[in-house]
């Protein structure tokens, strides 16, 4: 298929410039009153005290804005993030349109390979934005754009062989993403793609695979050289779950027909909306320091649900961002990502007469892509006739699995907050991501650590490099191999 036939509606460069009318239709908003409300005698963290913590979130606020602070990886501040959304400009998107417009028209099927931040964000925006079951479209509902897969993101055989059946005699594409360019998972899935990629094409290969890796160093980038691969760069002060906006995300999601002038837009609009210093109208300082002193009240664990599939999808991203930035020296709320109502019947159980020691996020969307009614039934059989008699849709239903939950779960010691997300569009998730960014950065520096770095991730690899036998890990590997042998084994 040629790739004029790729749909350009979604390719709306307008929107990358919103006026303001859409910006206001498209207004993200933060409701705390779960929190500072006494459910029973006295409020969770009541006004006062917000009030009281502004000068240390300020402070922090500040630093961050000021590149101060405990926010070095190695030599390099990692903040990049930041100042990202002014930086992106609409000829860098045009060339990544042009590059991603180009390999759809000669494929099938397109791969996006990688983990953690080289993969969560891409595919929760993608599923987020897109059809629920975009690979089952035919072409021409997806609008001219090919299958979008995902791989590398783990190393379950079964998972990657399945798919490969569903790659099966397609035409496919890749982009392999890794900042490193050593990530074990990643790695092993290219290897495989590429082999089978070469066998097919020869030469021509290197035309259907863009790399996506760091400017000068890592295997990746050698080989990318090599083989003359189309590539694009992961910023070097940027770190991987902060690196959506990136070209990390950027390519993947151009190439899933995600409209990525809106999305820089939204981020754009977030970015001016949390930089300023009153406390009460910036939604970043607000969720962190609710966030923080949830935390210093006993909260451990955080159900973030949402009452759309799609955007579940987020709550999986922010269990990265959140654990991964704010998981260090003992500190940090586990993040329990949930899709309402479905969890309701489940650990919804928990969360209303369980241990005290859960807060509670909902990401609530209010307009859906579909309207459902609730049809009358003549034999009122399940007795939900009053439904449908007051004209309520399965959509009004779907707001209260939010409402109803946020107040019941309040009555019941778990306090909670709502942000409300008006529809599925570009910009609403990248005004969403860079309040998160920005949310969780804050809590990094108020538990006073970095929250760039990951070293707890490190540890595991390094693991399971020597267990592999890795070069140079094979002293380590024998000792691990000694003390997992040596130990009292427990097995029944
Ligand atoms: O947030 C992070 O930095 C990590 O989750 C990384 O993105 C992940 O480990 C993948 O790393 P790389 O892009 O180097 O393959």
């Not at 030599?75 to 100042?83: C, F, R, T, V």
């Not at 990202?84 to 609409?90: G, M, S």
């Not at 000068?216 to 940027?238: C, H, I, M, W």
């Not at 910009?427 to 650590?449: D, I, K, P, T, W």
Request: aromatic content about 8%; some cysteine.
């Amino acid at each position: 298929m040629h790739n004029a036939a790729i749909d350009r509606n979604n390719r709306n460069r307008e929107l990358f410039h919103p006026g303001n009318e859409y910006i206001k239709q498209n207004n993200l908003s933060l409701d705390i009153s779960y929190i500072v409300n006494p459910a029973d005698g006295e409020p969770f963290i009541s006004r006062d005290e917000l009030e009281s913590f502004t000068p240390d979130i300020i402070t922090k606020h500040v630093m961050l804005k000021n590149g101060e602070g405990d926010c070095k990886d190695g030599d390099i501040p990692m903040l990049g993030w930041q100042s990202l959304p002014d930086e992106i400009t609409i000829g860098h998107l045009d060339e990544i349109t042009s590059v991603t417009d180009e390999l759809a028209g000669k494929i099938d099927a397109f791969v996006s390979l990688g983990i953690g931040g080289s993969y969560l964000g891409i595919e929760a925006t993608f599923r987020a934005l897109s059809h629920t079951w975009f690979n089952q479209l035919s072409r021409e509902q997806r609008g001219g754009l090919p299958e979008i897969y995902f791989l590398g993101q783990n190393t379950d055989p079964d998972f990657f062989s399945d798919t490969l059946d569903l790659l099966k005699g397609k035409r496919i594409g890749l982009n392999v993403i890794s900042k490193s360019g050593t990530t074990t998972e990643t790695a092993i899935a290219f290897r495989i793609l590429r082999a089978m990629l070469e066998k097919d094409k020869g030469t021509n290969s290197a035309e259907y695979i863009i790399a996506t890796t760091d400017k000068n160093k890592g295997a990746l980038r050698e080989l990318t050289g090599q083989k003359n691969y189309p590539s694009f760069v992961v910023p070097d002060n940027v770190g991987g779950r902060f690196s959506v906006l990136t070209d990390v995300g950027l390519v993947g999601l151009a190439m899933a027909g995600i409209n990525i002038y809106e999305f820089v837009a939204g981020f754009r609009h977030m970015k001016k909306s949390t930089e300023h210093d009153d406390f009460w109208t910036n939604p970043a300082l607000v969720h962190a320091a609710v966030r923080h002193l949830a935390h210093e009240k006993g909260k451990k664990i955080e159900v973030v649900a949402t009452n759309s599939s799609a955007m579940y999808q987020l709550t999986r991203w922010m269990e990265q961002l959140f654990p991964e930035s704010e998981g260090h020296h003992g500190f940090g709320m586990w993040v329990s990502p949930s899709m309402y109502s479905e969890k309701l019947h489940a650990n919804g159980q928990m969360v209303q007469d369980g241990e005290r020691n859960i807060l509670e996020t909902f990401l609530k969307l209010t307009e859906c892509n579909h309207t459902v009614a609730i049809p009358t039934d003549p034999d009122n059989f399940d007795n939900l006739n009053y439904l449908a008699d007051s004209g309520m849709t399965m959509n009004d239903v779907n707001a209260l699995v939010i409402d109803g939950p946020a107040y019941a779960h309040f009555r019941g010691g778990v306090p909670n907050m709502t942000l409300t997300i008006p529809g599925r569009n570009a910009f609403n998730v990248g005004q969403f991501y860079y309040l998160m960014e920005r949310s969780v950065a804050l809590s990094g520096y108020l538990a006073g650590h970095n929250p760039f770095i990951q070293p707890g991730v490190e540890a595991y690899k390094k693991a399971m490099f020597a267990l592999a036998g890795k070069p140079g890990s094979e002293a380590r590997g024998e000792k691990i191999r000694a003390e997992i042998n040596g130990m009292d084994r427990t097995v029944i």
